[in-house]
């Protein structure tokens, strides 16, 4: 007998899911990195992305150079991304809820990347970061606390 799966919130994108892969571990080292909150504002294309963070003062390009570095060991460590249903206490104890939208579904369906990153998350994702390609930063800027990088996979 095939198992049910959870009823979850419709979703109105179709993200590229390498791009998508890669925008979890780019928010799980900037959390590590700079103790900010993941991205507030986010947009995933197939060819360039961009994602603000809210930082108190604008990261050097060392810091810059870095954050690309640490992304690019994640994805090469080759980790599986997997999937797996809760509740919404379930899943507090493990993730932040805080940018999920009002009237969400009551089983959330929470993303992990290997031993790195967990996030709830209904997009589409690979199955492996091996899949995901080179990180590339290929711009940033700095205003009024909000920090804003451009990346891309080559």
Known sequence: MEKE??????????????MHTAEHILNRTMVNRFGCPRS??????????????LLSSAPTDEQIAEIEGCVNAVIDRHL?????????????????????????????????????????????????????GHFKIISHDYENGRLRIRFKLI
């Open 5 to 18: 799966s959870p009823l979850l919130n419709a979703h109105n994108k179709t993200e590229y899911p390498p």
């Open 40 to 53: 507030r504002n986010t947009h995933i294309e197939r060819k360039k992305s961009k994602c603000d963070y």
């Open 80 to 132: 599986p991304v997997t999937s797996e249903y809760m509740s919404h206490e379930e899943a507090a104890a493990l993730v932040d809820l805080s940018k999920l939208p009002e009237g969400v579904s009551e089983t959330l369906r929470i993303v992990r990347i290997g031993d790195y990153d967990a996030c709830a998350c209904i997009g589409q994702h690979v199955s492996n970061t091996s899949e995901v």
